[in-house]
């Protein structure tokens, strides 16, 4: 079984609903973040990317949205479907964006249970 | 899976025995990582590495040790495996500031 996810917050959504995850990321100098899929099991899975010149990026029925004034990035998934129900986090690049000092801070997580 | 395979994918062990997990890509990635996840904690950096013989510590190396002989390659050793060190690690490839991960390796050590 997933142990990683014994005390995540979760969100419950129907299918067909749409689904909003938060997160709030600590480094107001943090110019890149990633939204991760992680399924039961599995490896994280690159989901979606921003950078703080933006305020918001489309994907394949995601959307992420980043507010720099108070630091939160938030995940949109529309349509929410049964195969969405995975743990997703965010992460931070907190260093340079290139070279050996460029790494990212990866947030706890959400877990999004998808209901029939 | 960006081509990063992991071996083992699941290991148990005892306390105080050496253990290597290894990490392998096929996409000629300069950039590997080393994580372990556990339940309340995002993913934490053990070791990285940016190039052949070339390895840096991170925030949660202790007990840690890694080598990288060769590009597609990354070792990670625990010299004497601790209850603390039951965990799943990941490895990771860098490309631009993104990183991608492999399936992981689950360590129980009794």
């Known amino acids: 079984g997933e142990s990683v996810g014994l005390h995540l917050p979760t ?78 986090f965010c992460a931070e690049n907190t260093g340079p964006k290139t070279g050996t000092a460029s790494k990212l801070t990866f947030g706890t997580g959400t877990r999004l249970q998808v209901t029939l | 899976d960006a081509g990063i395979t992991q071996s083992p994918r699941h290991k148990v062990t005892e306390t105080g025995t050496p253990v290597t997990l290894r990490c392998h890509q096929t996409e000629n990635h300069r950039y590997m990582y080393w994580y372990r996840q556990d339940p ?18 991170g925030e949660v190396s202790d007990g840690y040790s890694v080598s990288r002989s060769k590009t597609e390659d990354f070792l990670l050793t625990l010299e004497s495996a601790t209850s603390s060190q039951t965990s799943v690690y990941f490895c990771a490839i860098r490309t631009g500031e993104t990183q991608y991960f492999g399936p992981g390796t689950r360590l129980l050590v009794l």
Not at chain 1, 41 to 60: A, E, L, T, V, Y
Not at chain 1, 67 to 85: C, E, F, R, Y
């Open chain 1, 11 to 88: 969100l419950s959504v129907q299918e067909g609903d749409n689904s909003i995850i938060n997160c709030a990321y600590s480094n107001s100098a943090s110019d890149y973040f990633i939204w991760y899929k992680q399924e039961s099991g599995k490896g994280p899975q690159f989901i979606i990317d921003i950078r703080s010149n933006m305020d918001k990026r489309q994907g394949q029925r995601v959307t992420v949205l980043l507010n720099k004034t108070v630091k939160h990035l938030s995940l949109q998934i529309a349509a929410t479907q049964p195969g969405d129900s995975a743990v997703y």
């Open chain 2, 40 to 57: 309340g904690h995002g993913l934490r950096l053990i070791h990285y590495s940016y190039g052949v013989k070339d390895t840096d510590k």
